[in-house]
Protein backbone atom coordinates (compact mmCIF):
# COMPACT_ATOMS: atom_id res chain seq x y z
CA UNK A 1 0.00 0.00 0.00
CA UNK A 2 1.34 3.47 -0.97
CA UNK A 3 1.92 5.70 1.41
CA UNK A 4 -1.12 8.56 2.50
CA UNK A 5 -0.73 11.59 1.72
CA UNK A 6 -0.88 12.66 5.28
CA UNK A 7 0.37 10.83 8.37
CA UNK A 8 -2.07 10.54 10.82
CA UNK A 9 -0.14 8.69 13.62
CA UNK A 10 3.24 10.63 12.63
CA UNK A 11 6.50 9.88 13.60
CA UNK A 12 5.43 9.31 17.06
CA UNK A 13 4.05 5.85 15.70
CA UNK A 14 6.63 3.32 17.72
CA UNK A 15 8.70 0.73 15.70
CA UNK A 16 10.94 1.15 12.61
CA UNK A 17 9.96 3.00 10.18
CA UNK A 18 11.37 3.38 6.69
CA UNK A 19 12.85 7.08 5.66
CA UNK A 20 11.70 8.60 2.96
CA UNK A 21 13.40 9.93 0.27
CA UNK A 22 13.56 13.84 0.06
CA UNK A 23 11.61 16.07 -1.72
CA UNK A 24 12.88 17.99 -4.41
CA UNK A 25 14.10 21.63 -3.38
CA UNK A 26 11.04 24.26 -3.75
CA UNK A 27 11.43 26.80 -6.00
CA UNK A 28 10.55 28.90 -3.57
CA UNK A 29 9.72 28.64 0.50
CA UNK A 30 7.44 31.22 2.13
CA UNK A 31 7.86 31.90 5.60
CA UNK A 32 4.29 32.60 6.84
CA UNK A 33 2.71 33.16 10.17
CA UNK A 34 2.18 29.54 11.34
CA UNK A 35 3.58 27.56 8.75
CA UNK A 36 5.50 27.43 5.84
CA UNK A 37 4.50 27.23 1.85
CA UNK A 38 6.60 25.07 -0.77
CA UNK A 39 6.37 26.32 -3.79
CA UNK A 40 7.26 24.38 -7.36
CA UNK A 41 6.23 26.25 -10.60
CA UNK A 42 5.51 24.78 -13.32
CA UNK A 43 7.71 23.98 -16.15
CA UNK A 44 5.86 25.65 -18.65
CA UNK A 45 5.60 29.02 -16.56
CA UNK A 46 8.81 29.86 -16.49
CA UNK A 47 9.16 30.07 -12.74
CA UNK A 48 6.44 32.59 -12.53
CA UNK A 49 3.46 32.45 -10.78
CA UNK A 50 0.59 32.07 -13.12
CA UNK A 51 -1.59 29.75 -12.31
CA UNK A 52 -1.68 28.63 -8.32
CA UNK A 53 -2.76 25.48 -7.01
CA UNK A 54 -2.84 25.78 -2.94
CA UNK A 55 -2.58 22.21 -1.05
CA UNK A 56 -3.12 22.04 2.76
CA UNK A 57 -1.85 19.34 5.04
CA UNK A 58 -4.24 17.98 7.51
CA UNK A 59 -4.10 16.70 11.04
CA UNK A 60 -1.07 15.08 12.63
CA UNK A 61 1.53 15.46 15.14
CA UNK A 62 4.03 18.28 15.24
CA UNK A 63 5.42 20.11 12.12
CA UNK A 64 4.44 19.36 8.67
CA UNK A 65 6.90 17.38 6.79
CA UNK A 66 7.69 18.67 3.45
CA UNK A 67 9.00 14.73 2.50
CA UNK A 68 6.16 13.06 3.89
CA UNK A 69 3.92 15.38 1.51
CA UNK A 70 5.42 15.16 -1.66
CA UNK A 71 6.11 11.67 -1.11
CA UNK A 72 2.43 10.64 -0.76
CA UNK A 73 1.55 13.15 -3.88
CA UNK A 74 4.19 12.41 -6.25
CA UNK A 75 5.96 9.04 -5.63
CA UNK A 76 2.84 7.25 -4.12
CA UNK A 77 3.03 4.63 -6.77
CA UNK A 78 -0.11 5.09 -8.43
CA UNK A 79 -0.58 8.82 -9.54
CA UNK A 80 2.14 11.55 -10.03
CA UNK A 81 -0.67 14.09 -8.89
CA UNK A 82 1.77 17.43 -9.09
CA UNK A 83 3.31 16.60 -12.48
CA UNK A 84 -0.10 15.70 -13.53
CA UNK A 85 -1.14 19.70 -12.13
CA UNK A 86 2.08 20.75 -13.73
CA UNK A 87 1.05 19.69 -17.18
CA UNK A 88 -1.85 21.38 -17.29
CA UNK A 89 -0.04 24.34 -16.68
CA UNK A 90 -0.65 24.83 -13.01
CA UNK A 91 1.90 25.87 -9.92
CA UNK A 92 1.73 24.03 -6.91
CA UNK A 93 1.91 25.29 -3.29
CA UNK A 94 2.09 22.86 -0.73
CA UNK A 95 0.95 24.44 2.62
CA UNK A 96 2.48 23.05 6.17
CA UNK A 97 1.95 24.12 9.37
CA UNK A 98 3.90 24.58 12.41
CA UNK A 99 1.50 22.65 14.63
CA UNK A 100 -0.95 20.22 13.22
CA UNK A 101 -2.65 19.40 16.06
CA UNK A 102 -3.53 23.71 16.47
CA UNK A 103 -7.13 24.82 15.98
CA UNK A 104 -8.29 24.94 12.54
CA UNK A 105 -9.37 28.47 12.93
CA UNK A 106 -5.59 29.13 14.36
CA UNK A 107 -3.92 27.38 11.11
CA UNK A 108 -6.78 29.12 8.97
CA UNK A 109 -5.02 32.34 9.58
CA UNK A 110 -1.54 30.48 8.03
CA UNK A 111 -4.23 29.68 5.15
CA UNK A 112 -5.38 33.31 4.69
CA UNK A 113 -1.30 34.55 4.80
CA UNK A 114 -0.69 32.10 2.21
CA UNK A 115 -3.32 32.94 -0.23
CA UNK A 116 -2.60 36.66 0.41
CA UNK A 117 1.26 35.98 -0.79
CA UNK A 118 -0.13 33.77 -3.63
CA UNK A 119 -1.54 36.85 -4.76
CA UNK A 120 0.29 39.11 -4.28
CA UNK A 121 3.42 37.18 -6.25
CA UNK A 122 1.29 36.18 -8.85
CA UNK A 123 1.66 36.65 -12.37
CA UNK A 124 -1.72 37.70 -14.36
CA UNK A 125 -5.40 37.33 -12.65
CA UNK A 126 -6.01 33.54 -12.62
CA UNK A 127 -8.20 32.67 -10.37
CA UNK A 128 -6.33 30.60 -7.48
CA UNK A 129 -7.74 26.95 -6.52
CA UNK A 130 -7.60 26.20 -2.96
CA UNK A 131 -8.11 23.25 -0.27
CA UNK A 132 -6.74 20.64 1.64
CA UNK A 133 -6.10 16.93 2.07
CA UNK A 134 -7.77 15.78 5.50
CA UNK A 135 -8.25 18.32 8.58
CA UNK A 136 -6.23 20.17 5.51
CA UNK A 137 -9.85 20.85 3.62
CA UNK A 138 -11.51 22.21 7.05
CA UNK A 139 -8.72 24.51 7.22
CA UNK A 140 -9.03 25.82 4.14
CA UNK A 141 -12.85 25.78 3.78
CA UNK A 142 -13.14 27.88 7.04
CA UNK A 143 -10.16 30.51 5.62
CA UNK A 144 -12.40 31.13 2.59
CA UNK A 145 -15.51 31.73 3.71
CA UNK A 146 -14.10 33.96 6.93
CA UNK A 147 -12.69 35.83 3.74
CA UNK A 148 -15.80 36.10 2.11
CA UNK A 149 -17.76 37.28 5.53
CA UNK A 150 -15.01 39.48 6.89
CA UNK A 151 -14.74 43.22 5.19
CA UNK A 152 -11.18 43.45 6.79
CA UNK A 153 -9.76 40.41 4.62
CA UNK A 154 -8.69 40.46 0.87
CA UNK A 155 -11.01 38.98 -1.81
CA UNK A 156 -9.50 35.58 -1.89
CA UNK A 157 -9.84 35.48 -5.48
CA UNK A 158 -10.55 31.59 -5.94
CA UNK A 159 -12.41 30.32 -8.04
CA UNK A 160 -12.44 26.54 -6.94
CA UNK A 161 -12.33 24.83 -3.96
CA UNK A 162 -11.54 20.67 -3.30
CA UNK A 163 -11.12 18.65 -0.01
CA UNK A 164 -9.69 15.26 -0.35
CA UNK A 165 -10.81 12.80 2.37
CA UNK A 166 -11.90 15.57 4.81
CA UNK A 167 -13.96 15.35 7.80
CA UNK A 168 -16.74 17.49 6.80
CA UNK A 169 -19.35 15.57 9.15
CA UNK A 170 -16.60 14.58 11.44
CA UNK A 171 -13.71 12.00 11.81
CA UNK A 172 -14.14 9.06 13.88
CA UNK A 173 -11.13 7.79 16.35
CA UNK A 174 -12.45 4.72 18.22
CA UNK A 175 -13.76 4.86 21.22
CA UNK A 176 -11.80 1.68 22.74
CA UNK A 177 -8.74 2.96 20.83
CA UNK A 178 -8.95 6.34 22.74
CA UNK A 179 -9.74 4.47 25.78
CA UNK A 180 -6.72 2.23 25.97
CA UNK A 181 -4.44 5.11 25.10
CA UNK A 182 -5.29 7.55 27.81
CA UNK A 183 -5.18 3.76 30.19
CA UNK A 184 -1.49 3.17 29.27
CA UNK A 185 -0.54 6.46 29.67
CA UNK A 186 -2.04 7.09 32.93
CA UNK A 187 -0.19 4.06 34.03
CA UNK A 188 3.14 3.90 32.09
CA UNK A 189 3.66 7.71 31.36
CA UNK A 190 6.66 7.98 33.08
CA UNK A 191 8.05 5.17 32.29
CA UNK A 192 11.59 6.40 30.77
CA UNK A 193 11.43 4.17 27.59
CA UNK A 194 7.98 3.86 26.41
CA UNK A 195 6.07 6.72 28.32
CA UNK A 196 7.00 9.89 26.14
CA UNK A 197 5.38 7.87 23.04
CA UNK A 198 2.16 7.06 25.46
CA UNK A 199 2.08 10.37 26.46
CA UNK A 200 2.59 11.97 22.94
CA UNK A 201 -0.32 9.44 21.43
CA UNK A 202 -2.57 10.76 24.31
CA UNK A 203 -1.96 14.42 23.73
CA UNK A 204 -2.71 13.82 19.90
CA UNK A 205 -5.83 12.20 20.80
CA UNK A 206 -6.39 15.28 23.39
CA UNK A 207 -5.42 17.49 21.22
CA UNK A 208 -7.14 20.78 20.25
CA UNK A 209 -7.44 19.79 16.60
CA UNK A 210 -8.41 16.30 17.28
CA UNK A 211 -11.37 17.39 19.29
CA UNK A 212 -12.23 19.56 16.91
CA UNK A 213 -12.69 17.10 14.02
CA UNK A 214 -13.61 13.81 16.19
CA UNK A 215 -17.40 13.43 16.25
CA UNK A 216 -16.82 11.52 19.53
CA UNK A 217 -14.20 11.83 21.98
CA UNK A 218 -13.34 10.66 26.10
CA UNK A 219 -10.75 12.84 27.83
CA UNK A 220 -9.82 10.12 29.77
CA UNK A 221 -10.43 5.80 30.06
CA UNK A 222 -13.32 6.75 31.89
CA UNK A 223 -15.05 9.23 30.28
CA UNK A 224 -18.05 9.41 28.32
CA UNK A 225 -18.49 9.35 24.57
CA UNK A 226 -19.45 12.68 23.83
CA UNK A 227 -18.93 16.10 21.14
CA UNK A 228 -15.91 18.14 22.99
CA UNK A 229 -16.92 21.01 23.39
CA UNK A 230 -14.00 22.50 20.92
CA UNK A 231 -15.79 21.01 18.00
CA UNK A 232 -19.05 22.46 18.84
CA UNK A 233 -17.15 25.99 19.33
CA UNK A 234 -15.89 25.06 15.99
CA UNK A 235 -19.18 24.23 14.28
CA UNK A 236 -20.65 27.55 15.87
CA UNK A 237 -17.57 29.57 14.26
CA UNK A 238 -17.56 27.86 11.11
CA UNK A 239 -21.55 28.78 11.28
CA UNK A 240 -20.48 32.54 11.43
CA UNK A 241 -19.09 32.44 8.54
CA UNK A 242 -21.53 30.89 6.32
CA UNK A 243 -20.50 27.25 6.77
CA UNK A 244 -18.82 27.12 3.64
CA UNK A 245 -17.35 29.26 0.70
CA UNK A 246 -19.80 30.46 -1.48
CA UNK A 247 -17.79 32.70 -4.47
CA UNK A 248 -16.67 29.30 -5.34
CA UNK A 249 -17.43 26.07 -7.23
CA UNK A 250 -16.95 23.31 -4.14
CA UNK A 251 -15.79 19.69 -5.08
CA UNK A 252 -13.88 16.90 -2.76
CA UNK A 253 -13.15 13.45 -2.86
CA UNK A 254 -13.71 10.47 -0.61
CA UNK A 255 -11.56 7.62 -0.05
CA UNK A 256 -14.28 5.34 0.33
CA UNK A 257 -17.13 4.00 -1.65
CA UNK A 258 -20.38 5.80 -2.77
CA UNK A 259 -22.02 2.06 -2.93
CA UNK A 260 -22.48 2.08 0.88
CA UNK A 261 -20.82 -1.15 1.25
CA UNK A 262 -19.05 -1.74 4.40
CA UNK A 263 -15.21 -2.74 4.65
CA UNK A 264 -15.77 -5.42 6.17
CA UNK A 265 -15.26 -4.96 9.51
CA UNK A 266 -17.63 -6.38 11.75
CA UNK A 267 -19.31 -4.69 14.82
CA UNK A 268 -18.65 -6.05 18.44
CA UNK A 269 -15.97 -8.09 17.38
CA UNK A 270 -12.85 -8.30 19.35
CA UNK A 271 -10.45 -6.05 17.49
CA UNK A 272 -7.17 -6.91 19.86
CA UNK A 273 -6.77 -8.63 22.54
CA UNK A 274 -3.63 -9.16 25.26
CA UNK A 275 -2.60 -11.26 28.17
CA UNK A 276 0.84 -10.70 29.95
CA UNK A 277 3.18 -9.10 32.01
CA UNK A 278 1.97 -5.53 32.41
CA UNK A 279 -1.72 -6.10 31.33
CA UNK A 280 -4.26 -8.82 32.08
CA UNK A 281 -7.45 -9.84 30.04
CA UNK A 282 -7.55 -6.56 28.33
CA UNK A 283 -9.17 -6.26 24.83
CA UNK A 284 -10.98 -4.02 22.89
CA UNK A 285 -13.64 -4.19 20.23
CA UNK A 286 -15.22 -2.60 17.41
CA UNK A 287 -17.80 -0.09 17.62
CA UNK A 288 -21.91 -1.03 17.29
CA UNK A 289 -24.91 -0.01 17.92
CA UNK A 290 -26.82 0.55 21.35
CA UNK A 291 -25.27 -0.10 24.82
CA UNK A 292 -21.96 -2.05 24.46
CA UNK A 293 -18.40 -2.81 26.30
CA UNK A 294 -16.05 -1.67 24.06
CA UNK A 295 -12.87 -2.57 26.04
CA UNK A 296 -11.71 -4.12 29.20
CA UNK A 297 -8.40 -2.95 30.29
CA UNK A 298 -6.40 -3.74 33.46
CA UNK A 299 -3.54 -3.27 34.36
CA UNK A 300 -1.63 -6.91 36.26
CA UNK A 301 -2.74 -6.84 39.48
CA UNK A 302 -5.12 -4.02 39.76
CA UNK A 303 -8.74 -3.65 38.96
CA UNK A 304 -10.48 -3.60 35.41
CA UNK A 305 -11.48 -0.65 33.67
CA UNK A 306 -14.86 -1.15 31.79
CA UNK A 307 -15.16 1.66 28.74
CA UNK A 308 -19.15 1.72 27.72
CA UNK A 309 -21.03 3.72 24.57
CA UNK A 310 -24.18 4.44 24.61
CA UNK A 311 -26.29 5.12 21.38
CA UNK A 312 -23.36 4.90 18.56
CA UNK A 313 -23.58 3.73 15.18
CA UNK A 314 -21.55 0.57 14.11
CA UNK A 315 -18.69 2.83 12.41
CA UNK A 316 -15.38 0.61 12.38
CA UNK A 317 -16.91 -1.21 9.32
CA UNK A 318 -18.54 1.73 7.18
CA UNK A 319 -17.43 2.75 3.63
CA UNK A 320 -14.62 5.24 4.34
CA UNK A 321 -11.20 6.10 4.64
CA UNK A 322 -9.65 3.49 6.34
CA UNK A 323 -6.47 4.26 9.36
CA UNK A 324 -4.04 2.92 7.11
CA UNK A 325 -2.94 -1.04 7.49
CA UNK A 326 0.35 -1.60 8.11
CA UNK A 327 2.56 -1.14 5.40
CA UNK A 328 6.72 -0.71 4.91
CA UNK A 329 6.40 3.11 6.04
CA UNK A 330 5.48 1.52 9.55
CA UNK A 331 1.79 3.16 9.24
CA UNK A 332 -0.20 0.73 12.00
CA UNK A 333 -3.78 1.32 11.78
CA UNK A 334 -5.98 2.28 14.17
CA UNK A 335 -6.72 -1.12 16.48
CA UNK A 336 -3.16 -2.34 14.97
CA UNK A 337 -1.85 0.79 17.41
CA UNK A 338 -3.17 -0.33 20.79
CA UNK A 339 -1.38 -3.97 19.58
CA UNK A 340 1.73 -2.47 19.08
CA UNK A 341 1.67 -0.36 22.18
CA UNK A 342 0.51 -3.87 24.22
CA UNK A 343 3.38 -5.60 23.02
CA UNK A 344 5.75 -3.22 23.69
CA UNK A 345 4.51 -3.00 27.18
CA UNK A 346 5.79 -6.76 27.80
CA UNK A 347 2.53 -8.77 26.67
CA UNK A 348 1.63 -11.14 24.34
CA UNK A 349 -1.25 -10.02 21.59
CA UNK A 350 -3.74 -12.54 20.37
CA UNK A 351 -2.89 -13.06 16.64
CA UNK A 352 -5.99 -12.52 14.98
CA UNK A 353 -5.87 -8.53 15.18
CA UNK A 354 -8.44 -6.19 13.07
CA UNK A 355 -5.63 -3.63 12.84
CA UNK A 356 -7.46 -1.06 10.61
CA UNK A 357 -11.01 0.68 10.65
CA UNK A 358 -13.07 3.56 9.21
CA UNK A 359 -11.82 6.92 9.76
CA UNK A 360 -13.35 9.54 7.61
CA UNK A 361 -16.62 8.09 6.62
CA UNK A 362 -17.54 8.66 3.40
CA UNK A 363 -20.75 10.53 3.85
CA UNK A 364 -18.21 12.54 6.00
CA UNK A 365 -15.99 13.20 3.26
CA UNK A 366 -18.40 14.21 0.26
CA UNK A 367 -20.51 16.20 3.22
CA UNK A 368 -23.02 13.99 2.63
CA UNK A 369 -24.93 13.11 5.78
CA UNK A 370 -25.16 12.99 9.49
CA UNK A 371 -22.26 10.02 10.51
CA UNK A 372 -24.17 9.65 13.78
CA UNK A 373 -26.57 8.08 11.88
CA UNK A 374 -26.37 4.30 11.19
CA UNK A 375 -28.49 3.94 8.51
CA UNK A 376 -26.99 7.08 6.47
CA UNK A 377 -23.76 5.28 7.18
CA UNK A 378 -24.47 2.77 4.51
CA UNK A 379 -27.05 4.34 2.26
CA UNK A 380 -25.97 4.89 -1.26
CA UNK A 381 -24.73 8.33 -2.13
CA UNK A 382 -26.56 10.36 -4.50
CA UNK A 383 -25.49 13.58 -6.17
CA UNK A 384 -27.77 15.89 -5.08
CA UNK A 385 -27.32 14.45 -1.24
CA UNK A 386 -24.20 16.42 -0.97
CA UNK A 387 -23.03 19.71 -0.20
CA UNK A 388 -20.35 19.97 -2.77
CA UNK A 389 -21.15 21.11 -6.25
CA UNK A 390 -19.63 17.88 -7.22
CA UNK A 391 -17.43 14.74 -5.73
CA UNK A 392 -16.35 11.72 -6.33
CA UNK A 393 -16.02 8.47 -4.30
CA UNK A 394 -13.17 5.58 -4.46
CA UNK A 395 -14.54 2.26 -6.37
CA UNK A 396 -12.99 1.09 -2.87
CA UNK A 397 -12.46 1.57 0.38
CA UNK A 398 -8.91 2.38 0.96
CA UNK A 399 -6.42 4.06 3.15
CA UNK A 400 -7.20 7.42 4.50
CA UNK A 401 -5.85 10.36 1.99
CA UNK A 402 -4.25 7.57 -0.68
CA UNK A 403 -3.32 9.31 -3.52
CA UNK A 404 -5.14 7.45 -6.73
CA UNK A 405 -5.28 7.94 -10.31
CA UNK A 406 -9.05 7.50 -9.60
CA UNK A 407 -9.33 9.92 -7.76
CA UNK A 408 -6.37 12.73 -9.01
CA UNK A 409 -6.90 12.53 -11.98
CA UNK A 410 -10.60 13.48 -11.69
CA UNK A 411 -9.29 16.61 -9.41
CA UNK A 412 -7.03 17.60 -12.09
CA UNK A 413 -9.83 17.49 -14.63
CA UNK A 414 -12.03 19.74 -12.10
CA UNK A 415 -9.55 21.56 -12.19
CA UNK A 416 -9.17 22.30 -15.82
CA UNK A 417 -12.32 22.83 -16.68
CA UNK A 418 -13.02 24.91 -13.86
CA UNK A 419 -11.86 28.17 -16.17
Known sequence: MSAPVVDVWGQVAPGARSSLPPAPEPHEEWALAGGTAWVYYSPLNRRQLVRPVILSDGFSSGASNLDQLWNGLEENGDFRFISELHATG????????????????????????????????????????????????????????????????????????????????????????????????DNWGDEPTLGPVLRQFSGLLNSTAAKQMARWHIAKADGTAEQAEERAAFLRALDAVGGWPRNVRKIGVANGVHSGDGNGVKAD????????????????????????????????????????????????????????????????????????????????????????????????????????????????????????????????????????????????NEIVTAE
Not at 137 to 165: F, I
Not at 291 to 307: H, I, N, S, W
Not at 393 to 402: F, M, V, Y
Open 90 to 185: RDVIILGYEDRTASITANADTVIDCIRRTIMERVGRAKLTVGGFSMGGLVTRYALAKMEQDPALPDHETALYLSYDTPHQGAWFPIALQAFTHFAT
Open 269 to 412: ETAVKCDGETLHDTWLKTQAQGDQEVARLQKTGGEPVRVRTSGLPDIDGAPGGLFTAPSPVGDTGSFGLAAVLMGLLGNTVDPDVITTSCFIPAISAVAAGDISDPKALYQPITPDGSALDAFACASRNEGHTTMTEELGAWIV
